[in-house]
């Protein structure tokens, strides 16, 4: 076990600079895979057990810490933690919350800790709709038809968008807790200005924008490590296939695709905001424009980054070194590879919910990836190297389910 506060001397004399990586789930799990491939010694942290990369091979330790809703006591923990390393650790927060809770304290923090990814102010306003599209429209970036609560009244909005239409928050986790949803989703006027109302009562900011319905395959996203002078350090581009459950899940199949005009597009966007760090920008094909539009920007590791560490573009190992002072450039992402998370590409299978079958996954794929041969698809969990995840896959399906939560 990692050593927490009040507990402190167990990580110190370590030789190298360690990596501290919180919410060990799935994404946690791929970034500690990453790095301690390459030598790094890894710590995980994360607020509570049920983690499927808590009981990784590859983790140095683990500690369960406070989480991000109780930030100025996860500060505190990490403060007493600190003095405890010889050399200062590199932070890798894998949701949102993490990130934030960290930026906040970022001052206080630093001189025990390095941080991989940018500072608060930047990572607030790269996740802001508002912010995002704006610096979109600033670069030349298509994005979905937008109208800004700030130039205009929401009766003014109602007289201008098509329906049905989406209601985008600023901020993300604050209306997702209010509503236990994304965006808000509305068909007439009445129902843009009830939503937006409930929204106004809670003090959260909207962005009106049309509603894009993708074609099979039309998701795609632009991941990359950019380094504080904005340099793209390495840059992937891929598709995500199919989601659990279907609609508004999350991915459950990826593939590695190159795309260098979308590329161009998705590192500009983040270039405009000042953003550094570990990101994924999602962009939509719209069939009515015939173009892709940027939807989104993740400021943070995502649930299927080790797509592009088997595509060859090692993004949790780019922010590393450059971290430690040793930066270096990626290599040309492969064709190819592809991404799986087993645990909900069946139910989505046998759902017969599948939107790209001639996508599916094949039984050599299968076959190379249950023997641990080489080959091109990878498990967001399994490898035969690491086989405790996998197993608490199967004891949380057996025994019921856990409760850990993550919104990866």
């Known amino acids: 076990m990692l050593a927490l506060a ?26 500690t895979r990453s790095l301690a491939r390459s030598g790094v010694e890894v710590f995980g942290l994360d607020k ?66 390095r941080f991989p990814f940018a500072h608060h102010d930047v990572v ?19 994005v979905p038809r937008s ?11 109602a007289d201008l968008v098509t329906w049905p239409c989406v209601l985008k928050p600023d901020d993300s986790r604050g209306f997702y807790d209010a509503f236990a949803a994304k965006v808000f989703l509305c068909r007439d006027r009445a129902e843009l200005l009830a939503r937006h109302a409930e929204a106004e009562r809670r003090g959260l900011s909207l962005v009106a924008q049309e509603f ?53 597009a998705g590192v500009a966007a983040l270039q405009e905001l000042g953003y550094s760090g570990i990101s994924e920008v999602e962009f939509v094909w719209s069939e009515q424009r015939q173009q892709h539009l940027l939807l989104d920007a993740n400021t943070r590791p995502w649930k299927w980054i080790g797509l592009p560490v088997a ?15 040793d930066p270096f450039d990626a290599p040309q992402q492969s064709e190819g590879p592809r991404w799986v998370f087993l645990r909900d590409y069946l139910p989505l299978v046998r759902a017969r919910a599948a939107t790209v079958p001639e996508a599916a996954v094949s039984k050599q794929e299968w076959t190379d990836l249950l023997a641990g041969r080489p080959g091109q698809l990878v498990d967001g ?27 990866c």
């Open 6 to 31: 009040g507990q402190q001397g167990v990580a110190a004399g370590l030789t190298g600079v360690p990596a501290l990586v919180m919410n060990m789930h799935i994404t946690g799990l791929a970034v």
């Open 48 to 113: 509570e057990r049920g983690g499927l990369g808590q009981h990784s091979r590859h983790l140095a330790g683990l500690g369960l810490v406070p989480g991000p809703e109780d930030h100025e006591a996860l500060r505190d923990h990490l403060l007493a933690l600190g003095p405890s390393f010889g050399q200062r650790p590199v932070l890798f927060a894998c949701n949102d919350d993490w990130v934030l809770a960290l930026a906040r304290h970022r001052e206080a923090l630093e001189p025990f800790y």
């Open 124 to 142: 607030q306003r790269t996740l802001s709709k508002t912010e995002l599209y704006r610096a979109c429209e600033a670069r030349g970036i298509a």
């Open 147 to 157: 109208w800004y609560l700030d130039e205009h009244t929401p009766e003014q909005i």
């Open 212 to 264: 894009v319905d993708p074609p099979p395959g039309g998701f795609w996203s632009v991941c990359s490590y950019l380094s504080p002078d904005g340099t793209a350090r390495g840059v992937f581009t891929g598709r995500k296939l199919e989601q659990w459950p279907p609609g508004f899940g999350t991915s459950c199949l990826a593939d590695a695709q190159w795309d260098p005009e979308l590329a161009k």
């Open 311 to 325: 595509a060859g573009v090692d993004l949790p190992l780019l922010a590393y070194r450059d971290a430690v002072g």
């Open 381 to 407: 969990v399994h490898d035969p190297g690491d086989p405790e995840p996998s197993y608490d896959v199967l004891w949380a399906d057996l025994s019921g389910g856990s409760t850990y939560t993550c919104a």
